[in-house]
């Protein structure tokens, strides 16, 4: 039996195809789908969607008595180890980390995007974590010179992709319709701002394009139903699936997305992505696919930075391409350092 942690069961769009790839390299390793434990917030859900077990998240008792027959445990992929957003995370994943390493069941960090972790005390637990784990994989350049200045040796760590780039690009999309997609995730200066979002999907309809909102995590359908108050023409996406995002992105000429699995997807779908940078993780994606992305600190000039990104799509969309050939070779390589701890 193979344990699995993560931000699962959220419905954040992104999470959910992380936990998708991960599964996907199990299987491809030989691991049966009745193997593969997930602790979730929706055990329910998650087992329906992957046809795995789940565990609620937070039964510790029960997660300890599973460690038991447990061969080994992996936590990630994604954003777990920060401080930022919220003190808990650390503390949460790093804490089943503990408990698997006290029972003697090999630890894998799986895809992790790293930072920032400020607290002093913090970083030293991360640093116990990927020292005592069988394996452990990065998904950015950022995350391993995170590690390299905690003192792991380079050659202990992968350096890979984010596990969703496994996803073949879908077949190309000759037609566009003048269609802008948006995705806003909470953020600090929302409130400040929210004026600013309002006019800025006005000015993109009065340039003749339609303007959809596309939430892809917690709190964003909220933020989207906001802006359509003030602008009713504005069309709010709901009750999106991994199994649905395509259809979504067929025909649309622009991703405008604070959320860095949102810039994976519009790209895998052959969909120009333009990131709103409010994390470093979103500025890292960025450059990993050479797509542009705009500071959230002032929006003066997004709508027209936008428009020019669109009338040079097709040599950012050459751009992109690109990297995706050498973003779903890093993807893979999160399968063969699991190959090699499971071996």
């Not at 039996?1 to 992104?14: E, P």
């Not at 009338?311 to 893979?332: C, H, M, S, T, W």
Request: glycine residues 10%.
């Amino acid at each position: 039996m193979i344990l699995v942690s993560g931000y699962y069961g959220f419905d954040n769009l992104g999470d959910e195809a992380i936990l998708a790839a991960l599964v996907a390299d199990l299987l491809a390793l030989g691991v049966g789908r009745e193997d593969i434990v997930v602790l979730s917030n929706n055990p329910a859900q998650t087992e329906k969607a992957l046809g795995v077990k789940a565990l609620p998240r937070y039964d510790v008792k029960q997660f300890w008595r599973r460690l038991g027959s447990a061969r080994l445990f992996i936590s990630g992929g994604g954003s777990l180890l920060q401080d930022v957003t919220s003190k808990r995370s650390i503390p949460y994943y790093l804490g089943l980390v503990e408990l698997a390493l006290l029972r003697k069941v090999p630890v894998v960090m799986y895809g992790q995007g790293l930072g920032p972790v400020r607290n002093r005390f913090l970083r030293y637990w991360v640093k116990r974590a990927f020292q005592r784990s069988s394996g452990c994989s990065v998904r950015d350049e950022g995350s391993l010179q995170f590690l390299k200045e905690l003192g792991i040796p380079e050659r202990n760590i992968e350096l890979c992709a984010d596990p969703v780039f496994q996803q073949e690009l879908a077949a190309k999309e000759t037609s566009r319709s003048r269609r802008i997609l948006l995705n806003l995730r909470p953020y600090r200066g929302w409130e400040q701002q929210r004026r600013e979002w309002v006019q800025l999907v006005m000015f993109w309809k009065d340039e003749g394009f339609s303007v959809e909102f596309v939430p892809l995590g917690p709190g964003d359908q909220e933020m989207g139903k906001s802006l359509q108050e003030q602008c009713l023409s504005l069309d709010v996406r709901e009750n999106l699936t991994l199994g649905s995002l395509g259809a979504v992105f067929a025909g649309a000429d622009i991703f405008v997305s604070m959320r860095l699995h949102g810039l994976i997807f519009s790209v895998l779908n052959d969909c120009q992505a333009f990131g709103l940078n409010y994390d470093p993780k979103v500025a890292a994606i960025c450059q990993q696919l050479n797509v542009p992305y705009w500071e959230l600190d002032a929006l003066t000039g997004l709508g027209k930075k936008v428009e020019q990104v669109l009338a040079e799509a097709d040599a950012y969309r050459q751009e992109y391409r690109k990297a995706l050939v050498g973003l779903r070779q890093g993807a893979l390589k999160n399968r063969e350092m699991l190959d090699r701890v499971l071996r």
